[in-house]
């Protein structure tokens, strides 16, 4: 079963695809567009909360950790950890926003070795080239990020583990009901 229905302003075009397995695509026209849909969700996370976001190079991730932390009220700025690994910023929220970079990681003992795994209960983590280890989170939010051209993008929204339809439902209305959508 899938439904669909779209929304459009001039930054981003919404297609809700819902399908049983609970996926979620959003056309981002521009940069904007993905900030803007960053800050909407960031709320609707809590501390625990593990999102994977995956994509080729330039295709968005740091552009949405941005958003998500502006959307939390983070003065931070945001920077790709491609060379710190991680970087911790903070909020007006309950927990920090914790934002890995694992390009460079290539094992699971080499990610147990920066223990990084101690922190995700107090933090909404966000990790970038994290798909490789999918496998080894009970749950988790997966973020795909397509290039379409040099500046639309489809973003991707599939739960990995346990479903939490609950979340994705909140995601849904935060997005549709928003009239600047």
Not at 38 to 46: D, G, S, V
């Amino acid at each position: 079963m899938e439904i669909y229905f779209l929304q459009k302003n001039s930054d981003i075009c919404i297609l809700f695809t819902i399908r049983m397995a609970q996926v979620l695509k959003i056309i981002a026209d521009n940069e904007d567009g993905t900030l803007g849909i960053a800050r909407k969700i960031a709320p609707l996370f809590r501390p625990g909360d593990v999102i994977i976001l995956d994509g080729d190079l330039g295709a968005g991730k740091t552009c949405f950790v941005k958003g998500f932390t502006e959307g939390l009220q983070s003065k931070d700025i945001v920077t790709s950890p491609t060379f710190s690994i991680a970087n911790f910023y903070r909020n007006q929220s309950l927990a920090e926003v914790l934002h890995i970079d694992l390009y460079r990681i290539a094992t699971i003992e080499e990610l147990n070795d920066l223990a990084l795994v101690d922190y995700f209960d107090q933090s909404v983590v966000l990790i970038e080239w994290g798909k490789k280890f999918i496998n080894c989170l009970d749950v988790c939010l997966l973020i795909s990020f397509q290039i379409i051209n040099d500046n639309k993008r489809v973003i991707s929204f599939e739960f990995q583990g346990e479903s939490n339809e609950m979340i994705m439902n909140e995601i849904i209305k935060t997005l549709k009901g928003d009239e600047s959508c």
